[in-house]
């Protein structure tokens, strides 16, 4: 081998690992960056309470986005979650009301069960019936908005029972919000599931090559329907937390929520094709739609200018995703 074919070997080698390392740090990169100048331009932005209200931000779209990081790893997609979302604050909410008399686990299962429905419902369309995981969980996601519609014909719930709003706005301390524990011990809980069990290995099996996985033993409908059943009730319980949080239960909650999630999974390093991605690249992307929120609150930038950067993020996202793949 002449010295122009090793140089270019070696060129193509070097050309591969950066390309790889981008693709696995950078968004952490992007992160830093980003609280940086935010931070540079308004110091605030790292005052304690601002941290912490953007911890529960966190917590609210990490449950949204951790579930949809299972459903992407199988090569799926659930447009669903911000209905549910919403469609589950508001029941869980209308149990919680102080005229119900209903202790607050009540209005807490209503809202999970809710989620576990419709999750079962986009399972079984999606992996039993053949339905497209696109045109499914958009046929749910206006089933959801529905059912949210018609409980109080598009009227807020108020009146909430103080132990359910504890779950949303207590606190441990008086330093350590309610529901970033809840994301915590989730968020613990799935990463053992992904990368400690069997189930894990089956998600990531199924996503690389399904009809492989399907060879080798693997019951392929099943993993795939139960994704979309642990999308639904993490979303549900984001709706239940977020309703308690603010103490009432709103029509519009979850409202563009899906694209969030879908953003923080693929800026986190999820592929869309499935099979391949990160559960801590997910924390990752979490924490950088969080902050560029946050921080496009503190400069003033209105709420459409807001979708209008979100949604090139988005666009962005999804291209370095088809170029890492190539």
Not at 299 to 319: C, H, R
């Amino acid at each position: 081998m002449n010295k122009e074919a090793v140089g270019e070997k070696t060129a193509a080698m070097k050309a591969q690992q950066r390309k790889n390392f981008i693709a696995k740090y950078g968004s952490l990169i992007a992160l830093i960056a980003l609280v940086i100048i935010i931070s540079l331009i308004k110091p605030r932005f790292l005052s304690f309470i601002n941290v912490r209200n953007m911890f529960r931000l966190v917590s609210i779209n990490g449950l949204l986005a951790v579930g949809m990081t299972f459903v992407c790893l199988t090569g799926g997609i659930d447009l669903s979650v911000g209905a549910v979302m919403g469609c589950a604050g508001m029941y869980s909410a209308y149990f919680a009301q102080v005229a119900m008399n209903q202790p607050a686990i009540v209005a807490i299962g209503v809202g999970v069960g809710v989620g576990l429905v419709i999750g079962v419902f986009n399972g079984v369309c999606v992996a039993y019936l053949k339905v497209p995981a696109f045109v499914g969980t958009l046929g749910s996601m206006s089933i959801a908005k529905s059912l949210t519609f018609l409980l109080t014909d598009s009227k807020p719930i108020p009146n909430l029972s103080e132990s359910f709003k504890f779950i949303g706005g207590g606190m441990i301390g008086n330093v350590l919000p309610i529901p970033v524990i809840i994301f915590a011990v989730i968020l613990l809980v799935c990463f053992l599931l992904l990368y400690k069990t069997r189930y894990g290995r089956y998600v990531f099996a199924v996503g690389g090559n399904a009809n492989a996985a399907r060879v080798s033993g693997i019951n392929v409908k099943r993993i795939i329907a139960t994704v979309y059943i642990l999308s639904g009730v993490l979303s549900a319980l984001a709706g239940v937390i977020t309703s308690a949080r603010v103490t009432s239960g709103v029509t519009n909650t979850g409202d563009g929520y899906e694209t969030d999630a879908i953003a923080m999974v693929v800026i986190g390093g999820t592929s869309l094709a499935g099979g391949k991605g990160r559960l801590w690249g997910t924390v990752v992307g979490i924490m950088l739609m969080t902050c560029l929120s946050s921080g496009l609150d503190m400069l003033g930038v209105g709420a459409y200018y807001q979708m209008l950067v979100k949604g090139f993020v988005v666009i962005l996202a999804v291209m370095l995703d088809g170029l890492s793949s190539d």
